[in-house]
């Protein structure tokens, strides 16, 4: 296998992985936005069932914090410097995973047990979507412009 064959099948690899990014970023879309859907359409009818209903109709905050049970913070919604982020909390008030509507572009951060970032998907207006595979070291595995 000439270098000239060699490039061609790279660019074909290349072009099949932009496409499996892009939709890979519009499952992640479509997921959290069917999450908010249905757990609007299931928390609509208990509030109202329980009187809810005469009450506003939007409701406005900086910060939404989601508890467990035992009241330690295991979901994060609001607005940082960066823009706006629904940050994931594990156990111990690590985000593991946060999505984010940034200023470059929306990306979406994979985190591991240590807080060191492992994968990063985002989609720049320049460079659209990005794929970034990283080892425990932060050495870059996959790096797919």
Not at 100 to 109: I, Y
Request: negative net charge; proline residues 8%; without cysteine.
């Amino acid at each position: 296998m000439d270098t000239e064959e060699r490039l061609e099948k790279l660019e074909r690899e290349l072009l099949a992985e932009k496409r499996r990014n892009r939709w890979l970023l519009v499952a992640v879309g479509l997921g959290v936005v069917g999450v908010l859907a249905w757990t609007l359409a299931t928390i609509t009818p208990t509030a109202q069932a329980q009187g809810a209903n005469t009450g506003p109709k939007e409701i406005r905050a900086n910060a939404f914090i989601v508890e467990d049970e035992t009241g330690k913070s295991r979901a994060w919604l609001g607005v940082d410097e960066n823009g706006p982020k629904l940050s994931l909390l594990d156990a111990t008030g690590k985000p593991p995973a946060e999505l984010g509507a940034t200023k470059p572009g929306p990306g979406l951060l994979l985190q591991d047990e240590n807080g060191n970032p492992r994968a990063m998907l985002s989609v720049g207006p320049r460079d659209g979507p990005t794929l970034l595979l990283l080892d425990a070291n932060g050495k870059t595995i996959l790096s797919q412009p």
